[in-house]
């Protein structure tokens, strides 16, 4: 089948940019970038926002937070720009960042600029057009996928100077602690499950992990994939949540998307692993831990953080939406997925496993 790189489009209203004041801007600080000619904005994605920049020669990506958040910690530019400086040397699936800029009166917010990496996003939204994709080809990725995540876990944190980047003792306790303070913040319906999912989570702390960096992200539609190859891993993209910490943390947020057959059709718009071939949850806990050598045995306590913490994401999303900060239609239907997954941890808990 033929499948498409990547594609920007129209920009969604209200969330446009003028061409003229980015010029400007660029002309003053990359002397030698060459004038922008158009400017689209990639679809995906629920959080910050993702635009298309091209010149007569190069295209570039540029990425700043979605209009009216004000969660500045989910959403500092300057951090993800770091982030990237300080993967690239060591870790060559990331594109290679060009500059941040801190000015918010430049675009009313702080942005930054990257390389853009041409590849293959396979989207949940495209898993129906993509189920003639030979299953042999999905279990390789899907292999590749947990191995380039196993990958990261086992960079150096001190020898790269990532370890700057977070704060590892302590963290799952405050992950647990700081997600539920987020859930109660931004709560709109009472939920039951998710009260009994918080409670059980502060009741089944886990044994501490040896400290790495982690994505906290990472999932089929957060890398890019050579459109001649699709098992091959081109770049790893979106890393506004990365930190140092307990690495099974990261890949219990793996989890947390990684849908089966007998999912929901809400989770399986997210994800395609459901689609014939793809390792499931189970196997991509073995295959990470043949990969990295890590203790496994608490990961139920990791894939429940991992859904309640989507959970939140979506519901932080939910409000703004509810309250009339934006207008994307997409994010009023996130109800329903909150929903979904919060009786999917209830589940968990009480089946004890996936």
Known sequence: MSIKTDQASQIRQGEEIDISILNNYFKNQLPDFEEITEISQFPGGFSNLTYLLKTESEEYVLRRPPVGANIKSAHDMGREFRVLSLLKPHYPKVPKPIIFCEDESILGCQFYVMERVNGVI?????????????????????????????????????????????????????????WIGRYEKSQTDDIEAMVQTATWMRANMPKPQPHAFLHNDYKYDNVLLNPEDLTEILAVLDWEMSTVGDPLMDLGAT??????????????SFNLTWLAGNLNRQEVVERYALKTGRDVSDILFYYVFGLYKNIVIMQQIYARWKAGLTKDPRFGGLILGIHELSKMAIRAIEQGKF
């Open 122 to 178: 396979l989207r949940g939204k495209d898993a129906r057009k993509m189920s003639d994709i030979e299953p042999e080809m999905m279990r390789k990725l899907s292999e590749n996928l947990v191995d380039n995540l196993a990958d990261l876990h086992l960079l150096d944190i001190e020898k790269t100077g990532l370890v700057a980047l977070g704060r590892p003792e302590g963290y799952v306790q405050r992950q647990v602690e700081g």
């Open 255 to 268: 989890l947390a998307y990684w849908c089966e057959e007998k999912d929901g059709d809400f989770l399986k």
